[in-house]
């Protein structure tokens, strides 16, 4: 198969062998399991249990309220101890309304309706139960999934592409699943493909991962419509763009979807969750989990019931030393963790706890203007420029200067000589763009509140007005009447 | 809680110094052999360009309040200073050294705001203000006198020449080949006679001929440029728009009328060209930072060396060329910028004609 | 010499007779600008930045006589638009930005006089007489209004909390810049 090439892009040291060997277990049930009410991009979804209730494995906790949203069910059997305010797996460190679950040790399975051929279902049938069963992308991105299916039978989709890119380093959950569970996950993306009614799929993997390669090629002998085939190793094409790009050639335009050439991306954690959805009505309550990084013992491949704390994690592989930086996700696009005390969430390929030799040293100095970020940049961006324009708050220059075509892959400033936080930069500048659109939001709705108002005060004036010479009319009538009298 | 970081939480083994440090390895082998061609007054002239440097710009960063460790440690100044050395007449006055590099530090580097704020590159900012100040004694060129050789001065008389009265120049004086060559054209002398006893590329290409430190051993800076594309410090497109640039021209010119212009071997390997091309217009702050703009950059030096060679009024247009293409080089970055994903070169977002994308299925 | 001096004679007669009929001819009555400036500003009249409404404070800036940072509530998105609109730099970095404001009724003070009702130029603020009044957070613009009118300074101004929604990432610190 022709393969297209992204431009840029880099190949850091993979660091995959810390954790490619080890066969993905099961974690055991924690005390306490704690699950965010948004573990998804869209509106949280909406507490559906009461404290004190018993939940069985897989039954619904929280409804998805609105299109944009996924419901979200209880990973394992138990009490519902709490619904309160629970640090969410996010930089800042911030509260999230959680569901807190006592487990019962039972782990029992809620009963689930299996239906005998999920080939003869319709296809909207298969957006629907994936909807239902709260499936997101597991690659981070954690987008509703039904939604992406549902769009994609409306458009013209000419091509299913699964990304097994897994392009960070330290992260081995996909290569693991796919060395182990080959077959389910084909069995899930052949699901897709019937949910979406056409046709090809084509399992993009890179090529540092031969064993996966070869199981996954094993699985899918047989099916015509599936393809397998290896990509290069190169950071970053686990990127839906670039990984599309490099498979079919086409660019998603920009500010675009990947619907609009063609083309419907789904992982293959993702495709392994509408297996067990679709074949055994399973709703997503568990993931894998690579556990890795400098400060671990034992790096594992775990299967996490969702909720799990990170902390439990780290303590069940073991410490070595004080870990220096918390990461979920790999280190590139990763997010730094304020604390253990965080859960596992739908969007959790990995936790990394990084000692102090394996992260960035080196502080800032001026930029040289070298270029690296330049011809390193998998978009085409002139990373340097645009920082230039973050610093000096000139939004409407880093706009100018692609700011929001950037991916924030960090790929500008691993290479930077100078040591410079451009992705920090780009990041910063992006929420300065949202805040900005925030409050532009506000004053136009400020200022709807403020014409509504007077006219409102107008609409008194006037009533009142017209009250008081209905009022003088009626006198004068009366008046004239007792005059007439 | 301090504000978090924002990933990446990885980082390449590249550094600032590590940079620097590197095209200075690349320059070792050309500058060895160029002093030891030239013996103890171009040693001299060397050490002193470059602690003047690095002594003001201790000063400089003193002044300006800021750390010197870091900014002394990262190379820059040292790597400023030695290429303007390599710039200089190999038995030029001690102050010809440390006034060069006391200028590229100061003015040509330190005013702007320190490293990578200059506009202009700081060592062809000095050869400049050299040359245009001192033009005696920045263009009295000395045949090489290899060290231990017959000839060549001993350690006190290289004191003499490089802080006392200077050498006896004129037993001693060989003129660069471009030189050369544009004062007997103004004289009437075409090239087949000016060039027959200074011009043997075998020579340039070796080393053995007059001209500043750094224009001497063609093959030595070639060595050393493709060394630093292999480590990727430098990139392709200057160097090979710039050199292809003055050999596309001299070769037409060369065609139409050989006797005025010179071929273009001559104009590749002679004066600063291998080390303009490799070391000076790759200098990555004043330069642009795009592969399209590279090549604009260097093709521009290259039309400028060989304009200013051939019709200006100095042998030798490197430092100008450079300079002039670095004032364009904001102009440059601004409007020749790389695709991106997405968009087309204008930059509006890409649109696919339905067979583009098998839509005929349905 | 003659000639020369009648040519640049005649160049600077007709180029200024050029200026001269360009600016007749392109005469702006009212400073456009001001209608621009006082569209982006919040509009809800609050006066804390002085002047009595949004209109009068739009025509001082642009006028150069308030600066670009006179209007609390508009924060630094709306200093931001104000200087691109002008054409002028601001630095909003020292400008402290905590966030918006927002009014909140302290339940335990409030006597339900509706007087904060009545003043809010958003209809932010709901209740009834001798019913305790709730700000509706996302038509409070901070503007302060209510208050002053508040009878036992039952309202306050607080920091809007930040949220996983409104949370952004902060500038960098360099040390070396």
């Known amino acids: 198969m022709k393969l297209f090439r992204f431009r840029g892009g880099i190949h850091p040291p993979t660091r995959k062998e810390l954790s490619a060997d080890a066969a993905i277990e099961t974690m055991p049930l924690p005390e306490r399991l704690y699950i965010p009410m948004q573990q998804h991009i869209g509106v949280p979804a909406e507490p559906a249990v009461k404290i004190g209730q018993h939940v069985l494995k897989g039954q619904l906790l929280a409804r998805a309220s609105g299109a944009l949203s996924a419901p979200i069910h209880a990973p394992t059997s138990g009490w519902v101890r709490a619904v309160t305010d629970f640090t969410a797996p996010h930089p800042s460190g911030l509260p999230i309304l959680t569901v807190v679950l006592e487990p019962d040790g039972k782990d029992e399975w809620d009963e689930f309706p299996l239906p005998k051929d999920p080939f003869e279902m319709p296809p909207e049938l298969i957006a629907e139960r994936v909807a239902a069963a709260g499936i997101v992308g597991m690659g981070g991105a954690t987008f509703p999934t039904a939604v992406k299916l549902s769009g994609a039978t409306n458009k013209h989709i000419h091509t299913l592409l699964i990304n097994g890119g897994e392009c960070e380093p330290y992260l081995t959950c996909d290569d693991r699943l796919m060395r182990e569970r080959a077959a389910e996950v084909i069995d899930g993306v052949r699901l897709i493909l019937h949910g979406i009614r056409w046709g090809r799929a084509i399992i993009a993997i890179e090529d540092n991962k031969s064993a996966a390669l070869a199981a996954m090629g094993e699985a899918a002998k047989g099916y015509g419509q599936l393809e397998v085939v290896a990509v290069p190793t190169l950071y970053p094409m686990g990127s839906e763009k670039q990984l599309i790009k490099t498979v079919t050639g086409l660019e998603v335009p920009a500010g675009g979807l990947a619907a609009q050439v063609g083309v ?13 959805a679709i074949r055994y009505g399973r709703p997503l309550v568990r993931r894998i989990v690579t556990v890795s990084g400098g400060a671990v013992r034992d790096r594992r491949n775990l299967e996490v019931p969702i909720g799990t704390l990170v902390d439990d994690l780290l303590r069940h592989c073991g410490y070595v030393g004080e870990p220096e930086r918390l990461l979920m996700g790999g280190p590139m696009m990763g997010t730094v963790l304020p604390h253990a005390m965080v859960p596992i969430v739908k969007g959790s390929n990995g936790v990394l706890a ?3 030799p394996e992260l960035p040293e080196g502080s800032a100095s001026p930029c040289i203007r070298c270029g690296s970020c330049v011809r390193v940049c998998p978009v085409g961006l002139m990373p340097l420029e645009l920082m230039k324009r973050a610093q000096n708050n000139d939004l409407d220059g880093a706009v100018d200067y692609g700011l929001s075509d950037c991916l924030s892959c960090g790929t500008c400033a691993y290479v930077c000589p100078a040591h410079l936080p451009l992705t920090h930069y780009f990041n910063y500048a992006k929420g300065e763009l949202a805040a900005r659109a925030q409050q532009k939001r506000k004053t136009d709705y400020t200022k709807q509140l403020v014409q509504a108002r007077q006219a409102r005060l107008e609409r008194e004036a006037q009533a009142k007005a017209e009250a008081a010479a209905k009022r003088k009319a009626e006198r004068a009538a009366k008046k004239a009447q007792e005059a007439e009298a | 809680m301090t504000t978090p970081i924002s990933g990446p939480h990885y980082h390449g083994q590249r550094s600032v110094r590590g940079i620097m440090a590197q095209v200075m390895l690349a ?14 007054p171009a040693v001299f002239l060397f050490l002193l360009t470059l602690g003047s440097a690095v002594f003001t710009e201790a000063l400089s960063l003193r002044l300006a309040d800021k750390p010197l460790r870091p900014f002394l440690l990262d190379g820059s100044g040292l790597l400023t200073a030695w290429l303007l050395a390599l710039s200089l007449p190999p038995w030029a006055p001690w102050w010809i050294g440390v006034v060069g590099g006391a200028f590229a530090i100061v003015l040509g580097k330190q005013v702007f705001g320190g490293i990578g704020q200059n506009l202009f590159n700081p060592a062809m900012l000095a050869r400049v203000a050299l040359l245009i100040s001192f033009p005696v004694a920045m263009t009295r060129w000395t045949v090489p006198q290899p060290l231990f050789s017959a000839g060549a001065p001993g350690i006190v008389e290289s004191l003499r020449i490089t802080f006392g009265g200077g050498a006896d120049i004129d037993t001693l004086s060989g003129a660069t080949v471009l030189g050369h060559s544009k004062t007997e054209l103004t004289r009437g002398v075409g090239l087949d006679v000016s060039l027959a006893d200074v011009y043997a590329p075998l020579d340039h290409l070796l080393g053995l001929s007059a001209g500043s430190l750094g224009e001497t051993s063609a093959l030595l800076l070639l060595l050393g440029g493709l060394f630093l594309l292999a480590r990727r410090i430098i990139t392709w497109q ?3 728009a710039m050199l292809g640039t003055v050999a596309l021209l001299a070769g037409v010119m060369h065609l139409i009328d050989p006797l005025r212009y010179a071929d273009p071997l001559l104009h590749v390997l002679a004066g600063g060209m291998m080390l303009g091309a490799f070391f000076i217009a790759t200098d990555p702050v004043t330069s642009p930072s795009s592969g399209l703009g590279q090549l604009v950059f260097g093709a521009g030096c290259g039309v400028l060396i060989y304009v200013i060679r051939t019709w200006g009024g100095f042998p030798e247009g490197l430092a100008f060329a450079v300079l002039i293409m670095n004032a364009a080089t904001p102009l440059i970055d601004h409007y020749l910028r790389p695709r991106v994903y997405g968009r087309n070169r204008r930059g509006t977002p890409l649109t696919y004609a339905p067979e ?3 839509r005929e299925k349905e | 010499m003659f000639a020369a001096i009648l040519s640049l004679t005649v160049l600077g007669l007709a180029l200024g007779w050029l200026l001269g009929l360009a600016a007749r001819r392109f005469k702006v009555e009212v400073d456009p600008r001001v209608a621009q400036v006082e569209a982006l500003m919040p509009g809800s009249q609050c006066g804390q930045c002085g002047f009595p409404g949004c209109s009068p404070a739009a025509l001082a800036v642009v006028n ?12 630094k998105a709306l200093v931001e638009s104000l200087a691109a609109t002008l054409g002028v730099s601001v630095d909003t970095s020292g400008m402290q930005d905590g966030g918006p404001q927002l009014a909140r009724v302290d339940e335990t003070i409030c006597i339900g006089c509706i007087k904060c009702l009545r003043t809010c130029p958003t209809d932010a603020i709901v209740g009834a ?7 509706m957070e996302r038509a409070c613009t901070g503007c302060g209004a209510c208050i002053e009118i508040c009878p036992t300074g039952a309202l306050a101004l607080v920091e809007e909390a930040p949220t996983l929604r409104t949370w952004r990432w902060a500038k960098p610190e360099l040390v070396a810049a």
């Open chain 2, 238 to 240: 200057i160097p090979v």
């Open chain 2, 27 to 40: 320059l070792v082998p050309a500058t060895v052999f160029a002093l030891w061609q030239f013996g103890w």
């Open chain 2, 356 to 358: 583009q994308l098998g």
């Open chain 3, 129 to 135: 007489p001798k019913q305790i009044h709730v700000v």
């Open chain 1, 354 to 356: 990084l000692s102090k």
């Open chain 3, 64 to 75: 150069g006589e308030a600066p670009l940072t006179l209007c609390p509530p508009g924060g």
């Open chain 1, 264 to 276: 419907l991306v789904q992982n293959v954690a993702t495709a392994y969750a509408v297996h067990e």
